[in-house]
């Protein structure tokens, strides 16, 4: 019923920058929140940052400074703006849409397919 497609990850030197988009799709009446989650290899996925609907955001201790988080609500695009990218953000980064709301008035939580960001020393 919903779909979502990261897009924009690669292959960056430290100290570079990456922007990740997402777009989400299907039978969508609203969005609470969109986040991007990261997983490194042999690592727990991770939440990197949050946005809700009135534009209130959340970011792990680990990025704040660095990435910012933004979202169009009319589109249910979210982007994630990635500064001074360190070796350590190396991961396959996830958007995760929280407590859609279809038009048939189902609620639930979808993910995309991940797409990988690789920073290089």
């Known amino acids: 019923q919903v779909q979502l497609v990261e897009s924009g990850g690669g292959l960056v030197q430290a100290g570079g920058s990456l922007r990740l988009s997402c777009a989400a799709s299907g039978s969508i009446f609203s969005i609470n929140a969109m986040d991007w989650y990261r997983q490194a290899p042999g690592k727990q996925r991770e939440l990197v940052a949050a946005i809700t609907s009135s534009g209130n955001t959340n970011y792990a201790d680990s990025v704040k400074g660095r990435f910012t988080i933004s979202r169009d609500n009319a589109k249910n695009t979210v982007n994630l703006q990635m500064n001074s990218l360190k070796p350590e953000d190396t991961a396959v980064y996830y958007c995760?849409?929280?407590?859609?709301?279809?038009?048939?008035?189902?609620?639930?939580?979808?993910w995309g397919q991940g797409t990988l960001v690789t920073v290089s020393s």
């Open positions: 995760h849409a929280r407590d859609v709301t279809t038009i048939s008035r189902v609620t639930l939580n979808a």
